[in-house]
């Protein structure tokens, strides 16, 4: 049996809290990792698993085996590494998670830069607005907008994305420019409003300097997407909330108008997000720092006043 093979499947097995999703994470038959583990126990004379049809879990003994075999694992790892010429060269698979908007405006179009710096690191980029669960689809990292309240994970802070309300000009010339938030209330206006993961509708809290409006207006239709956000404000459904460099085109092309734009509609932080127990590899390092710069760079300077009438 080689050891380090069968501690590697058990640690796997534990983070994705199943024998198939651990052996689809690393692309081996199910029943090599089932056997992988049965031959750990056998050798340590020791149940690591409680196993049931539909889900394993780990025993006492199993979780203190795991700890031990985690940091070893990386330990080795990091060793290999170091003894190898990974860090002029980082080297091999990296997976990637992102907001549709974010991948789809900024990671993407600016990823020919990362893979001529780094030539041997493939990188998969999943794109979804919704929650990704790190450890069980066996994602290096992933980019998140907003706070992340997961105190389990480690999170870099790499930027921030300034939003602000607009309109499509024809729902404007229908329903008047707004001089003051508290125009969106008078009955005229309708907000796009955004929910998510089943919560109730936001409202929109609009900043200038040291004043606050929370916006209180009827809202015909509401949307889980940012994309979607943007489709709808471009569609005349309402007034939308929005980011810069989302909105920039729509701008310059005349097919949207900055609303109130002297108001802030808040801002959000953007984060690299990673499990405290995964190894920063060198080249999960070099990627963070990649996209540390990519979006310092990208987000400093955002353009929408300069396109309001």
């Known amino acids: 049996m080689d050891k380090f093979s069968a501690m590697r499947a058990f640690v796997r097995v534990v983070e994705a809290g199943t024998f198939t999703k651990a052996a689809d994470s690393l692309g081996v038959p199910k029943g090599q990792m089932s056997r992988l583990v049965q031959l750990l126990e056998e050798e340590l004379k020791t149940q690591l698993l409680n196993r049931t049809t539909r889900r394993v879990t780990v025993t006492p003994d199993g979780a203190a085996y795991y700890d031990r075999a985690v940091r070893l694992l990386d330990d080795l790892e990091e060793l290999e590494s170091s003894m190898s010429q990974a860090k002029a060269t980082p080297r091999g698979m990296l997976r990637v998670d992102a907001p549709s908007a974010i991948a789809?405006?900024?990671l993407i179009p600016a990823l020919p830069d990362f893979c001529a710096r780094y030539p041997d690191i493939h990188i998969d980029v999943g794109v979804s607005d919704k929650p990704v669960d790190l450890i069980g689809e066996n994602v290096d990292c992933v980019?998140?907008?907003?706070?992340?309240?997961?105190?389990?994970?480690?999170?870099?802070?790499?930027?921030?994305?300034?939003?602000?309300?607009?309109?499509?000009?024809?729902?404007?010339?229908?329903h008047g420019m707004p001089q003051h938030?508290?125009?969106?209330?008078?009955?005229?206006?309708?907000?796009?409003?955004?929910?998510?993961?089943?919560?109730?509708r936001s409202t929109y809290v609009l900043q200038r300097g040291?004043?606050?409006?929370?916006?209180?207006?009827?809202?015909?239709?509401?949307?889980?997407?940012?994309?979607?956000?943007?489709?709808?404000?471009?569609?005349?459904?309402?007034?939308?909330?929005?980011?810069?460099?989302?909105?920039?085109?729509?701008?310059?092309?005349?097919?949207l108008t900055a609303v109130l734009p002297e108001w802030s509609a808040g801002a959000w932080p953007l984060y690299v997000v990673y499990p405290p127990n995964r190894h920063v590899s060198v080249k999960l390092r070099v990627f963070?720092?990649?996209?540390?710069?990519?979006?310092?760079?990208?987000?400093?300077?955002?353009?929408?006043?300069?396109?309001?009438?």
């Open 288 to 309: 963070i720092d990649w996209a540390a710069e990519l979006f310092a760079r990208t987000l400093e300077a955002p353009p929408r006043h300069c396109a309001a009438d």
């Open 143 to 174: 980019l998140r907008a907003g706070e992340v309240t997961d105190r389990s994970l480690v999170a870099r802070r790499i930027g921030e994305i300034d939003r602000f309300v607009c309109a499509s000009p024809a729902y404007l010339k229908r």
């Open 181 to 200: 938030p508290s125009d969106l209330e008078d009955g005229r206006h309708h907000v796009i409003s955004y929910f998510a993961h089943g919560t109730e």
């Open 104 to 106: 789809s405006l900024i």
């Open 210 to 255: 040291g004043e606050q409006y929370e916006v209180h207006s009827r809202s015909a239709v509401a949307v889980n997407d940012s994309g979607a956000m943007l489709a709808a404000g471009l569609a005349g459904l309402g007034i939308a909330r929005t980011a810069p460099f989302m909105a920039a085109p729509h701008l310059a092309a005349g097919t």
